[in-house]
């Protein structure tokens, strides 16, 4: 099994920069260098919904359009974690994220969230106007 646990939620201000911290553990077999990872994010009322997604080694990244430009996901192998720098927060922003894991064989990256096999609990952000 693989423990994903966010940090980093909390109260910011519209146009603030915040930074969102997901560490893995455990093992289902494989190394931590060999997952895709994700950020997805939920609002009340509302499906979740994809945000970030990276590949091995960084070199992938896409981006939900609503955050393009704004968002930057970064990894380090090394320590298991991965990243969610956000820039110029909306209001719209506000909701719950998530960090997943993919462990798809050959590292094929995908924004579907039925193709991420472990989850976190999730760490709010609330950005206020």
């Known amino acids: 099994q693989v423990h994903l646990e966010e940090s980093g939620g909390g109260l910011v201000q519209a146009g603030d920069s915040w930074r969102l911290s997901c560490v893995a553990s455990g093992s289902a077999g494989r190394s931590f260098s060999d997952y895709v990872l994700g950020w997805f994010r939920r609002t009340p009322g509302k499906e979740r919904e994809f945000v970030a997604v990276?590949?091995?080694?960084?070199?992938?990244?896409y981006y939900a359009d609503s955050v393009e430009g704004r968002f930057t996901i970064s990894r380090n192998n090394g320590a298991k974690s991965v990243y969610l720098q956000m820039d110029m927060l909306h209001p719209e922003d506000t909701a719950d994220y998530y960090c997943?894991?993919?462990?798809?064989?050959?590292?094929?990256?995908?924004?579907?969230?039925?193709?991420?096999?472990?989850w976190g609990q999730g760490t709010q952000v609330t950005v206020s106007s």
């Open positions: 997943a894991a993919d462990l798809s064989p050959f590292g094929v990256v995908s924004t579907d969230e039925s193709s991420f096999d472990y």
């Open positions: 990276i590949n091995w080694n960084g070199a992938i990244t």
